[in-house]
């Protein structure tokens, strides 16, 4: 097996596509494929979905609702030895469908926990999950840490069900609120307390994902309906707390 690639493919252009094949390009020999053939035009990595499925390395940087056709596709032009890099904001169910790869091609959910907007030029103190499983032999793990690590990325090691979990409170929660927010705002006000710029922030965090990204994070966490749940259980808490306090005036 290839543990040190040196050519990688990118599967899927999208914002998050696009941004990995920029911080990749200076490292390895980056190879780009979308359906949309307008996303990869002009670009020099530009290539069929059997070049790209080709490469050393495999990233799929499509939405959890397509991982499982775009593996049955690429899976005829893996070569042996190959590893498959998914990104997606879930991962117990990339790892489920990860399995279905052939023998000898490794596996590793991974999760960006940036994108273009809060990466900027500095990737000093930004995220990338690591989500090692059966199918991912300790040396690719250990490649693959070195290398985000040596980009000057923090890199944190957990398990699909545990960055799950994470998520469903970090991440599924914040993009809900922001949301449910975006819907309710009518536009800047002429003047609001510093704690606005917190929520403008959130809702302007919201608004960066296209809604099947968001749909998916909210449908496919395992653990995403409890923590809404949550959420509007304690809503009604504190509706109740404000009807039961003394009426004021």
């Known amino acids: 097996m290839n ?9 899927g252009c999208g ?24 996303r990869i035009s002009g670009h020099a990595g530009a290539t069929s979905l059997a070049g790209a499925a080709g490469a050393d390395a495999v990233l799929l940087a499509v939405p959890v609702r397509e991982l499982s056709g775009v593996l049955a596709a690429v899976t005829p032009h893996l070569r042996p030895g190959a590893a498959v890099l998914e990104t997606g ?6 790892a489920r469908l990860l399995r279905r790869l052939p023998a000898g091609v490794a596996a590793l959910p991974l999760h960006p926990l940036f994108g273009p907007s809060s990466l ?5 103190g930004q995220t990338m999950v690591l989500c090692p499983i059966r199918r991912t032999p300790p040396p690719v793990a250990r490649f693959w840490e070195a290398y985000w690590t040596g980009r000057g990325f923090r890199v944190v090691r957990t398990t699909p069900s545990a960055h799950d979990r994470v998520m469903a409170r970090s ?6 609120l922001g949301r449910a927010c975006l819907g309710l705002s009518a536009g800047e006000p002429p003047f609001a307390a510093p704690s ?7 809702m302007e965090t919201a608004a960066g994902d296209d809604w099947i990204t968001f749909a998916d ?6 653990y995403a309906r409890a923590e809404r749940r949550r959420l509007r259980i304690e809503m009604a808490r504190l509706e109740r707390e404000l009807r039961d306090s003394p009426a004021v005036g």
């Not at 696009?18 to 190879?31: G, I, P, S």
């Not at 991440?171 to 809900?176: A, D, E, I, P």
């Not at 994070?217 to 395992?222: F, I, K, M, V, Y």
């Open 196 to 202: 606005w710029d917190h929520l403008r922030a959130l």
């Open 217 to 222: 994070l909210q449908a496919c966490n395992p």
């Open 15 to 38: 914002r998050l596509g696009r941004l990995l094949a920029e911080l990749m390009e200076r490292d390895f020999t980056v190879r780009v494929y979308d359906r949309d053939s307008q």
């Open 171 to 176: 991440l599924v929660l914040t993009q809900w």
């Open 120 to 124: 900027g030029e500095r990737p000093a």
């Open 3 to 11: 543990h040190h690639p040196e050519s990688i493919g990118i599967i």
């Open 89 to 94: 904001a879930v991962k117990v169910l990339p």
